[in-house]
């Protein structure tokens, strides 16, 4: 397929030319009540319940211990946030507007600020104060001229030569303001490749390229991006698939990227049958999980490899060695965890679905695969050295769940050596935790909590070298973030 007539095929199937019936909306009305029923019971809901405020801003945050004196910079994340809309309630976590929350740690102190990404689709509910668009688990039946209308921005970040970028998955990234996080607009690539989706977990290579994917799952395919470290596209390919997988990561290798094509795939007839996009994707146990090693001169998909059923969000890395590709990856058995993140938005919580740490073995020569499992717990989120992106790495810090409520634990995991520390939070759900470097080269684990027992959110930082004694600070905010998903450190 040529750019044109993808484009043409884009304008054909992007809800324009669907005239849907009107849903009422009693029954979204029934979430918000029996959510806010079961949070009086369940206090750590609150992570779920969202805000309605644009911004939220604390100049500086209360800190119990000390923050290192080398570690300084901006600490961005990104997530869902509005998950109520003018008296509407989302059925799905990854629905809610975006929200960047801005960490600025400087000499000691930290400050907060957060503002909610001004996308078309939050700005114009905003006006006409009514939820209006479909979400990526809610259905809407209005029409929409093309997926960057119901663009969330809620997802991740990219921070680029002093610019930072807003991502979600299904459409383009969003500038925003690194300082004022004021949005600054729509990112178009080049004029080739306005409006075709900018996934986003990207990753950085050694000569600080970005390497990135979308899924287009209206158009039947998954595009390829590459830019420079300044920003400038410097290729693309918009590769056919059927049925397109929900490909929410990816990996890197000195040769390669390494797309897992998960076995549960979309059914565009069922999405244009009234269904949200999540509703409209199966999983089949049946059909191999496809690997592609891809080209990254050309872009071409060089080796094809199958794996069992399976879904995967994250990936820890991938790299070559000897005959052999390997990567990990935080596997799960099926995709039930997508009926987790419904469920938890009307207050019903269910187990956590088990995502097990795998280590998956290519062999380009026997054209072989093996699978490993790392390890019995449950485990989420996880984030490496970034300068080992590619590379054999070596400590994984990651998300776990020691018990019953969903990732309670930060674990840091060296699979080459089997050396493990972890620290569990009491009364706290965690969200991502980063590995980050100070300017001395020191190893610090960053990352976020919901204390539900306190009513707030934190900053929590570890000195990696000794992550079982607990942060050696934690800052406290006056108020609860709604969960959220992924981050950046920016160092100063
Ligand atoms: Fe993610």
């Known amino acids: 397929m040529n750019r044109r007539e993808f484009i043409q095929s884009t304008a054909g199937l992007a809800f324009g030319s669907l005239v849907f019936p009107h849903l009422s909306f ?18 750590w809901l609150i992570g779920w ?24 910079g901006y600490f961005y994340r990104n997530g869902p946030a509005q998950n109520e809309v003018h008296g509407k309630r989302y059925h799905h976590w990854f629905d809610g507007d975006g929200m960047v929350q801005k960490f600025h740690i400087a000499n000691g102190k930290i400050s907060h600020f957060g503002k909610m990404v001004d996308t078309h689709k939050y700005l114009t509910e905003k006006q006409q104060q009514k939820m209006l668009f479909r979400a990526f688990g809610t259905y809407l039946p209005r029409r929409i001229a093309n997926v960057d209308r119901i663009n969330t921005a809620n997802i991740s970040l990219l921070p680029l030569n002093k610019r930072l970028f807003a991502l979600w998955e299904g459409g383009s990234a969003y500038e925003i303001d690194p300082e004022t996080l004021k949005t600054i607009g729509i990112q178009s690539w080049s004029p080739q490749t306005k409006g075709l989706p900018f996934g986003a977990h990207y990753h950085q290579d050694s000569d600080g390229s970005i390497w990135n994917i979308g899924y287009a799952s209206l158009n039947d395919a998954i595009v390829l991006w590459h830019l420079d470290n300044r920003g400038k596209l410097k290729q693309f390919k918009i590769l056919p698939i059927e049925n397109v997988p929900m490909v929410h990561d990816f990996m890197i290798t000195e040769k390669y990227l390494v797309l897992l094509l998960p076995s549960f795939r979309f059914d565009k007839a069922k999405f244009m049958n009234k269904h949200s996009f999540l509703d409209a994707h199966y999983f089949d ?7 592609w090693l ?17 879904f995967v969000f994250h990936f820890v890395n991938a790299y070559e060695q000897g005959n052999e590709v390997v990567f990990e990856s935080m596997r799960y058995p099926n995709a039930d965890i997508f009926n987790v993140f419904t469920e938890v938005m009307r207050g019903r919580s269910k187990k956590f679905t088990e995502a097990y740490p795998y280590r998956v073995r290519l062999n380009l020569e026997k054209n072989t695969v093996v699978e490993e499992k790392l390890s019995n717990i449950y485990n989420e989120f996880p984030s490496i050295d970034i300068n ?12 776990q769940q020691r ?9 840091i995991n060296n699979y080459q050596t089997g ?35 306190e009513k707030c959110t934190k900053v929590n930082i570890f000195n990696a070298k000794k992550l079982n004694d607990g942060p050696v600070a934690v800052a406290k905010l006056p108020y609860v973030l709604p969960l959220g998903f992924h981050g950046k450190f920016v160092n100063a």
Not at 388 to 399: I, P, R, Y
Not at 403 to 411: C, R
Not at 426 to 453: F, M
């Open 26 to 43: 009693a029954e979204q009305d029934e979430w918000i009540a029996t959510f806010n029923q079961n949070l009086k019971i369940k206090p």
């Open 49 to 72: 319940q969202g805000t309605n405020q644009e911004t939220l801003q604390t100049k500086e945050l209360e800190i119990k211990g000390k923050i290192p004196q080398d570690l300084n």
């Open 285 to 291: 146990k049946d059909q191999a999980t496809i690997v």
């Open 294 to 310: 891809i080209d990254k001169d050309t872009l071409n998909i060089q080796k094809t490899f199958e794996l069992p059923a399976q």
């Open 388 to 399: 080992e992106t590619g590379l054999v790495h070596t400590q994984v810090v990651s998300l």
């Open 403 to 411: 018990g019953e409520l969903f990732l309670n634990s930060v674990a």
């Open 419 to 453: 050396e493990a520390q972890h620290f569990s939070y009491a009364k706290q759900l965690a969200e991502e935790h980063l590995l980050i470097k100070d300017s001395r080269g020191n190893d610090w684990v960053v990352g976020t909590t919901l204390d539900y027992g």
